[in-house]
């Protein structure tokens, strides 16, 4: 029979999404389930990796169901998956030891703090390229060690592995215990501080210093090529990718050139640069990752500003404040009003990103007169947005040669023209969002059908772009410029307000 689709599987940090993509890229079908959010502490942010692997044994025949397709109309799966999320489990058994730490986490605050005195930014940013925050996984690894009783003993003998979302699935889907294959993609390592940026495999003195045994590590693979076949769900089928999502977005975006970057407007935000094959070195506050490797071609780098809270606030400010009912409905009431009317909002809830790498910082609003009413605040919610890209981007332009002439955009803040064309104002860029708006599914789908040989090139991929939308700067530089020194100065009052972290 033909193999007429890829199927590409997003775990993401809400939920698990299987969609179908045929030759032109096109979504053919669409599964999707939320699996549980657990906070057992403030600040601790946690998931069931079993229930994980249960909602992706539910939608991929789902979406193999919703279009009428066989198992063997697939040619290949592609998996893409919240980065940095840590789970440790028995390798005889396959049970999780305990729950996954989740991106988000912030447990690991007072041992970040010390590491960034001792011994200091420079050593981790040298290796890994990260200077230590609680964003990463391997702090998390060293948590567990020291919090959980006989597990660095079991560690060093052999008994537990260690993966992100996308190796535990992996791992799972090509037998679990009775030979599933142990391996992660370039993409994921270079979130973990464990993999040495430049040789792309994990680094001795990082694995010494946090005091990670490799046999617990997967084997790191390139982004596209054959990780094996799945035995279960889909038995016979092919996994040849695996990306971190924010990494498929930018794929599925097909920003194949050095100076191309897209953001991906969720939760929070995540814009990544194209930097070509070449290592660059933030000097300004962003992340150096791997954007992608495609089989034994060389890796290609990215710049990458993540922004912890962007549509959160806007959930914040619908599901705490009430003050709207859905998500979309903030773009009404910000349109109630003209301007912010001096009002502005830094959602630093859990400290702040790029550029800042701030844990000491909270939110603040500023600017607050007897004049302000909730639609200025609702401007002030999508403003925050706006400016803290804008951060990353002068971030960006300021390490990289080429500076950012547009940005492609994806995610579910997009659907906002009033944001949209704020970002455009913020940044002086044009925004542009694709026709295919699945950017994190259709990248794992892109390179699993590169190695697959179903597509036969990137300029192929890059023909399936096409523009849904476009919005063009219009605010006058003046204007832009004073807004833009009191967003600075609105963050400059979160910067601090935490007088030392909470030692869990
Ligand atoms: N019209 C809108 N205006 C502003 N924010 C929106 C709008 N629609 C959705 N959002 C925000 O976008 C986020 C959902 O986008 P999505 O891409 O599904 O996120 P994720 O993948 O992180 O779950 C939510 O935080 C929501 O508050
Ligand atoms: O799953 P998402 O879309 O919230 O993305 C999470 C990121 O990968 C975290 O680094």
């Given amino acids: 029979m033909v193999e007429r689709y890829v199927m590409s599987i997003d775990q993401g940090t809400t939920s698990t999404r299987c969609i179908l993509f045929d030759h032109g890229g096109r979504l053919v079908s669409v599964a999707q389930h939320e699996h549980e959010q657990h906070f057992p502490r403030p600040g601790w942010v946690e998931h069931d990796a079993v229930e994980i692997w249960h909602t992706l044994q539910r939608v991929v025949p789902q979406a193999l169901s919703h279009a009428d397709v066989s198992p063997e109309e697939v040619a290949a799966i592609g998996i893409a998956n919240q980065r940095e999320t840590t789970v440790l489990w028995d390798r005889r058994t396959g049970t999780p030891l305990g729950r996954a730490i989740v991106w988000q986490d912030t447990r690991t605050a007072p041992m970040v703090e010390e590491l960034r005195n001792e011994p200091g930014d420079d050593f981790f940013l040298q290796r890994c390229c990260l200077a230590p925050s609680t964003y990463f996984s391997a702090p998390r690894i060293r948590w567990l060690f020291d919090h959980v009783d006989g597990l660095r003993q079991r560690a060093e003998d052999g008994e537990v592995l260690f993966g992100t979302m996308e190796s535990w699935l992996i791992w799972k889907l090509t037998g679990g215990p009775a030979g599933g294959r142990h391996l992660t993609d370039v993409t994921n390592a270079s979130r973990t501080m464990l993999m040495n ?5 994990w680094d001795e003195e990082l694995l010494e210093f946090f005091g990670v045994p490799r046999p617990m590590l997967p084997e790191i693979r390139s982004s596209a090529e054959d990780y094996g076949t799945a035995r279960t769900v889909l038995p016979g089928v092919r996994i040849t990718a695996a990306l971190g999502d924010q990494q498929a977005a930018l794929f599925g975006q097909t920003c194949f050139a050095p100076g191309e970057a897209k953001c991906t407007y969720g939760t929070g935000s995540f814009l990544l640069l194209n930097t070509g094959t070449d290592l660059v070195r933030s000097r300004h506050g962003l992340l150096t990752t791997v954007a992608y490797k495609i089989e034994d071609q060389p890796a290609v780098y990215a710049l990458e500003g993540p922004i912890a809270v962007t549509g959160a606030l806007v959930q914040w400010f619908r599901d705490r404040l009430g003050l709207i009912s859905t998500a979309p409905e903030i773009e009404t009431l910000a349109r109630s009003v003209e301007d912010n009317g001096g009002c502005y909002i830094v959602p630093a809830f859990s400290g702040l990103y790029a550029p800042h790498w701030r844990s000491d910082a909270r939110g603040v609003i500023v600017g607050l007169t007897s004049y302000i009413t909730k639609g200025h605040l609702a401007r002030a919610v999508l403003e925050a947005t706006g400016w803290q890209t804008r951060e990353v981007v002068d971030a960006m332009n300021a390490d990289f040669p080429l500076p950012l002439k547009v940005l492609k955009v994806d995610g579910g803040m ?91």
Avoid at 197 to 201: F, G, R
């Fill in 197 to 201: 940026i430049s040789t792309l495999d």
């Fill in 414 to 504: 997009t659907s906002d023209n009033l944001l949209m064309q704020f970002l455009a104002d913020a940044l002086d860029v044009p925004v542009v969002r694709p026709m295919a708006v699945e950017t994190v599914s259709l990248g794992a789908a892109y390179a699993a059908g590169l190695a697959a040989g179903y597509w036969p090139d990137l300029e192929v991929l890059r023909r399936n772009w096409h523009r849904a939308a476009e919005w063009l700067p219009k605010m006058s530089p003046e204007r832009r410029q004073s807004e833009y020194e009191n967003w600075k100065r609105a963050v400059e009052r979160a910067l601090g307000w935490i007088a030392s972290p909470d030692p869990t």
